[in-house]
């Protein structure tokens, strides 16, 4: 082989070698642009479904739907059960995840409204077989507890004294309640906290604070109708105390494990109801004691469409407190939702009127994922 050969053989391997070269580094990038859209798809796994599992303290979700409280029939209190039973075994088995039950009287003097009642002992074993079925169809339960105040619509409620921060006729029902005294106030407390043991005692997974939709609570927080000038009136926190003693006397009496919610009352239409200001404070203190979770809601009869009514305040709500939000109302549209809980930093949804029409509509759109 001459020293031209040899020099030729040389120059044709370099160009080999750095063809090699070439092509390998070529493969790097296009591994590493494969890593990239691994990543971008990761992300993609990584957005939020309606159908995620996720936890609340020891309480498991197997999907992101809140059947809203929707109020029940019964007898004072007592469980019209076989229908009762039936109806909340058709929710579990059409797919919700956590269901709020129909709102339930703490105090006895409300008796005549003829929905749940917890204000006794005696309610606990209907309740505690109602739970079960729930839990049997893989879905979790709450009880939510309220107290009517005014907004009290029985039969008898032309002889019934309703109770209430101030001697204000009601807008709703014209009823004048009665002012309460410290001790009113601290029976009352101490019946929400002996409900919410009941509750717990029949197996419900948690307790819902009822603080909207113009009842007890939410009547006492406004301004209008909160006239008082003890440490439960004037200031905003001294209206919104009953509720923070509410929420105090549930979670020393039912422990850190039981879940603790409250549905709050976004906004007022009316001269000094709720502001947003307002309502910003009450969760922000509710969030500092620890409550599980806060349920959105407000004056849901003034609004039509297919997207959440309280969306914005809910975002707002989630985004200061860091408690998972559950906004309900006007939830209609699966893609929406499902657009909404990954556009904001609202973690559930709920519904009572959807539900109320097909019970069974989760079970079909998990079908449609499947
Ligand atoms: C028939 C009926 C009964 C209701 N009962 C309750 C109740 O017991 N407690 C409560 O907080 N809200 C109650 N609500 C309000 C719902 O929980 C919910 O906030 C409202 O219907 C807006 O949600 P939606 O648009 O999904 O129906 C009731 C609503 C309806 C239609």
């Known amino acids: 082989m001459n020293t031209s050969k040899i020099l030729n053989f040389v120059l044709a391997l370099c160009l080999i070698i750095v063809c090699i070269k070439f092509i390998t580094s070529g493969n790097e990038s296009n591994s590493s642009s494969k890593e990239d859209y691994l990543s971008i798809s990761n992300n993609k796994e990584k957005m939020k479904t309606l159908l995620d599992t996720t936890t609340m303290g020891k309480l ?28 909340y075994t058709d929710l579990a088995q059409g797919g919700v995840g956590t269901i709020l039950s129909g709102y339930t009287i703490i105090d006895e003097s409300e008796k005549g409204q003829n929905i749940f009642a917890m204000y006794d002992d005696k309610f606990i074993d ?35 004294i309703a109770l209430g921060a101030s001697a204000v006729p009601n807008l709703q029902t014209g009823i004048v309640p009665r002012e309460m005294t410290q001790a009113d106030i601290d029976r009352l407390i101490q019946n929400f906290a002996d409900a919410a043991v009941r509750a717990q005692k029949a197996g419900y997974d948690g307790v819902e604070i009822h603080g909207c939709h113009g009842y007890f609570l939410h009547q006492f927080i406004t301004r209008y109708y909160n006239r008082r000038t003890d440490k439960y009136g004037g200031s905003m926190e001294n209206r919104n105390r009953i509720v923070l003693e509410v929420y105090d006397a549930i979670r020393q ?46 004056n849901f009869w003034d609004f039509r469409g297919n997207e959440a009514f309280f969306k914005d305040i809910a975002n707002q709500i989630a985004t200061e407190t860091g408690v998972p939000v559950i906004v309900t109302g006007g939830n209609r549209d699966f893609a929406v939702m499902e657009q909404m809980i990954n556009e904001t930093a609202i973690e559930y949804v709920g519904m009572a009127r959807p539900l109320i029409q ?8 998990m079908e449609t994922k499947k």
């Open 60 to 87: 498991q979700l197997k999907n992101r739907f809140v059947r809203a409280s929707v109020g029940d029939k019964t007898h004072h209190g007592e469980l019209n059960k076989e229908a009762t039973i039936q109806l």
């Open 253 to 298: 009496a039912v422990g850190n494990d039981f879940q603790v919610w409250i549905k709050v009352q976004s906004q007022d239409a009316f001269d000094g109801g709720v502001t947003h200001e307002e309502c910003l404070y009450l969760t922000n203190e509710l969030a500092k004691r620890g409550i599980d979770a806060i349920e959105v809601s407000g």
């Open 126 to 160: 209907d309740h505690a077989e109602l739970t079960a079925a729930v839990h049997q169809n893989g879905a979790n339960i709450l009880m939510q507890l309220v107290h009517l105040g005014a907004n009290y619509n029985a039969k008898d409620k032309d002889t019934h």
């Open 358 to 365: 097909n019970p069974r509509m989760i079970g079909e759109y």
